[in-house]
């Protein structure tokens, strides 16, 4: 069946010398993956492979076969052409990181048209602004809330955040646990928009901390999940 529809670049891997298999989340589908044939050798093709750098904005005309097997693109073209993301080398960072964990945490392969508009819009505010510094942090834990695991926020003075469990706890138990310095900033993010992540303060040690526990988070809940392998870059630009 040929689709017409949005679609978010989350992965391309060179395929022999000339092809590209594409990974990418659709308004239409959910996760799909196509090969892309000589898209690497084509100088006057429809496809260009700079439209599939990660995270990128599309519009695409496809065949989508849907048996489980690589579809084809017939067309593509840039519906929001960024104008930082790409270039300034912390975007560009968080941009490998959260395309990688959108990559390793989505896995359904069906319309979801609340996560694709949340996904999308945070891409564009991204783009737009300067003050990002916590940006992934909440943009993870908002992500939680369309992949079915957002923190309970009932309890909140409670000093403790049980992981496993994701409810705040009044003592520590033997799960893993958000504590100490990590508790307050992880709290000051719950139900804020990206508008207001300005206000949030948070050490750059503390930081790298909050985020291991929040991609544990992620691990616990989500069946197969990967660390991405991107983190130790993205720590090293904040430093």
Request: proline share 3%; no cysteine; hydrophobic share 40%.
């Amino acid at each position: 069946m040929q689709v017409t529809t949005k679609a978010i670049v989350l992965s391309s891997l060179k395929y022999g010398d000339t092809s590209l298999i594409v990974k990418a989340l659709t308004a239409s589908d959910g996760i799909k993956s196509y090969l892309l044939k000589g898209v690497l050798a084509s100088k006057k093709g429809k496809l260009k492979a700079a439209y599939f750098f990660p995270l990128m904005q599309l519009e695409i005309t496809a065949v989508h076969k849907n048996k489980g097997t690589l579809e084809n693109i017939r067309e593509a073209k840039v519906i929001h052409p960024y104008t930082t993301l790409h270039t300034n080398i912390i975007k560009n960072s968080l941009v490998l990181f959260i395309a990688e964990m959108l990559g390793n945490s989505i896995q359904e392969q069906q319309q979801d048209e609340q996560l694709y508009h949340y996904i999308e819009g945070a891409l564009s505010w991204l783009d737009k602004n300067n003050q990002i510094t916590n940006f992934h942090l909440l943009f993870l834990l908002n992500l939680t809330k369309h992949l079915g695991f957002y923190p309970d926020e009932n309890h909140t003075s409670k000093d403790y955040f049980d992981l496993l469990e994701g409810e705040f706890v009044a003592r520590p138990n033997l799960n893993p646990l958000i504590t100490n310095e990590n508790i307050s900033p992880f709290k000051a993010l719950l139900g804020i928009n990206f508008d207001t992540l300005s206000s949030i303060r948070i050490a750059k040690a503390d930081r790298e901390s909050l985020l291991k526990s929040v991609i544990l988070y992620f691990e616990l809940h989500l069946h197969g999940f990967r660390k991405p392998k991107s983190l130790a870059v993205l720590n090293a630009v904040f430093d």
